[in-house]
């Protein structure tokens, strides 16, 4: 009866009905299927929340709703989280309006789609990272120079608390500059002793 149920709302869906748990195996692992849907009481006692795992080991990108009466929230929670997780959640008595919509969206945006989105989001996380340091980077390049510029036409030792207020940084930010200047030859090192960039550190750690 419940088969016919869902024959009726899903008639534009071509379907293979499995009664237990070990025959819906069996059918996947010679046709995967676009989704599933599983009951959770089964033919032979066997209880579809208890082949979760099993289903999500074979076919793991392709979506699962799950359809019961029997399941408290708790156990309802439990099978939509987590790597071996249900997509859906329908209550019984199913409502076919709701399950035909939630077929519809689940082929739409869950399975090799919501794979695909994902990869797409790391590909966009990554450029905007790049964008980041690239930001990042042409910044502290943009700040050496002027520093350089500064300091390099100065007879006075550089002062960190108004060049870090100037360039709206850290003033370890600044003593990292002048180093990284100095190491590269472009600041004498007498401008910065090292014993003075170690000494403003720990100034900047006690503060």
């Not at 519809?104 to 996380?125: D, H, I, N, P, W």
């Not at 500064?150 to 003033?171: T, Y």
């Amino acid at each position: 009866m419940q088969y016919e149920l869902y024959e009726e709302a899903l008639g534009s869906y071509e379907l293979t009905r499995a009664t237990s748990g070990s025959q819906a195996l069996a059918s996947i692992a010679r046709k995967t299927p676009n989704l599933v849907i599983l009951d959770h009481v089964l033919d032979e006692g066997d209880l579809g929340l208890d082949y979760l795992p099993e289903l999500k080991e074979l076919i793991p990108h392709v979506p699962i709703l799950l359809v019961s009466g029997a399941l408290e929230v708790q156990q309802q929670i439990k099978a939509l989280q987590g790597p071996r997780r249900a997509h859906y959640c329908i209550n019984k008595p199913v409502d076919l309006r709701e399950l035909k919509r939630t077929v519809e969206v689940a082929l739409q945006e869950c399975g090799e789609t919501e794979v695909l989105k994902q990869f797409e989001a790391l590909e966009r996380s990554k450029r905007i990272d790049a964008e980041f340091l690239f930001s990042r980077s042409t910044d502290r390049l943009s700040r050496q120079t002027e520093i350089r510029r500064q300091v390099g036409n100065s007879i006075d030792r550089p002062n960190i608390s108004a060049l870090a207020r100037e360039f709206r940084v850290a003033r370890r930010t600044i003593i990292r500059d002048l180093q990284e200047l100095i190491r590269r030859g472009e600041l004498k090192p007498e401008v910065f002793p090292k014993w003075e960039a170690a000494g403003e550190e720990q100034a900047d750690a006690e503060a």
